[in-house]
Nanobody
Framework: QVQLEETGGGLVQPGGSLRLSCVAS????????MGWYRQAPGKQRELVAT???????KYGDSVKGRFTISRDNARNTVYLQMNNLKPEDTAVYYC???????????????WGQGTQVTVSS
């Protein structure tokens, strides 16, 4: 089994910054794509950012230029640096990692438990 643990959420004022981290543990051979998604009350879960195993990134339109995704393969960790936060960024942020547990198995996606980010004055 694989577990994901997210940290770094909290309350921040508009214009502020937060850094989210998500570390994977358990039976891990390698990790393909990593990503962050968010879900605000009454809305569907949406893409925030993803990063492939070779470092290619993709961002949701609403966060381009403000958020940066990165990864540390040695630590099985993905980060999300969030700058110039806005009230509309308020949501529960979820980590997703596509994990290979061995060469004989297909990659499996795992989700973290979510961390709350609240942007308010």
């Amino acid at each position: 089994q694989v577990q994901l643990e997210e940290t770094g959420g909290g309350l921040v004022q508009p214009g502020g910054s937060l850094r989210l981290s998500c570390v994977a543990s358990g039976r891990i051979f390698s990790i393909n794509a990593m990503g962050w998604y968010r879900q605000a009350p009454g809305k569907q879960r949406e893409l925030v950012a993803t990063i492939t195993d070779v470092g290619s990134t993709k961002y949701g339109d609403s966060v381009k230029g403000r958020f940066t995704i990165s990864r540390d393969n040695a630590r099985n960790t993905v980060y999300l640096q969030m700058n110039n936060l806005k009230p509309e960024d308020t949501a529960v942020y979820y980590c997703h990692q596509l994990v290979n547990i061995g060469t004989s198995y297909a990659p499996t996606g795992y989700w973290g438990q979510g961390t709350q980010v609240t942007v308010s004055s």
